[in-house]
């Protein structure tokens, strides 16, 4: 009996595996939509940097054991010098040249998961929960997902230009499709 009881728990055990997955910065895609007193803008976050160790059963992802995302500042683009400028200024990239997203608890519920960590920007921390979607097929993960926040959550004052005629406004939604191969 001990040996079948053993051998149940081995077979069960062992159809899960952890796995190391990295950001794929080619097939990754994150944006930051905003307003402004103008017009609505978008910009793209050219380089994602991150790791993600989870535990995989088939397709199925069971756990999130680590994730950490980096996102360099002045990797954030709008196709316009002047916004870029702005961004880089009120992030404060001179003193916290990177946004940093580090995982400390998780839950999954069906192909949903909600990260709870702590989101640094500007040089201020703050816990965050983030929902995203994800999708497991071999030896790629997806993570599908947004999160609303407000600039001054984070002690961002949000830019402005033209002495201050054009205002930018205070909540923005970062949306992302992360890629991650093993």
């Known amino acids: 009996m001990k040996r079948i009881l053993s051998l149940a728990l081995f077979l069960s055990f062992s159809f899960q595996a952890a796995a190391q997955f ?4 080619e097939t990754s895609n994150m944006y930051i939509d905003g307003t402004s007193s103008l017009h609505d803008w978008t910009e793209t976050v050219e380089t994602i940097n991150g790791s ?45 040249p990177n946004i940093k997203f580090i995982l400390k608890s998780q839950r999954i519920e069906g192909n949903n998961t909600y990260l ?32 609303d926040m407000k600039m001054t959550s984070f002690n961002v004052e949000p830019p402005t230009a033209l002495m201050g005629t054009i205002k930018t406004g205070d909540e923005i939604t970062i949306r992302f499709n992360l890629v991650l191969n093993k």
Do not use: C, R
């Open 22 to 25: 990295k950001i794929n910065q």
């Open 52 to 96: 993600f160790n989870g535990t995989t059963e088939g397709n199925t992802l069971k756990a999130i054991n680590s994730l950490s995302i980096t996102i360099p500042v002045e990797s954030i683009k709008s196709g316009k010098s002047g916004m870029d400028k702005n961004t880089y200024k009120a992030l404060k990239s001179d003193k916290h």
């Open 116 to 147: 709870k960590g702590n989101l640094t920007v500007a040089g201020t921390t703050k816990p965050v929960e983030v929902k995203a979607v994800y999708k497991l097929h071999g030896s790629e993960l997806k993570l599908e997902g947004k999160y």
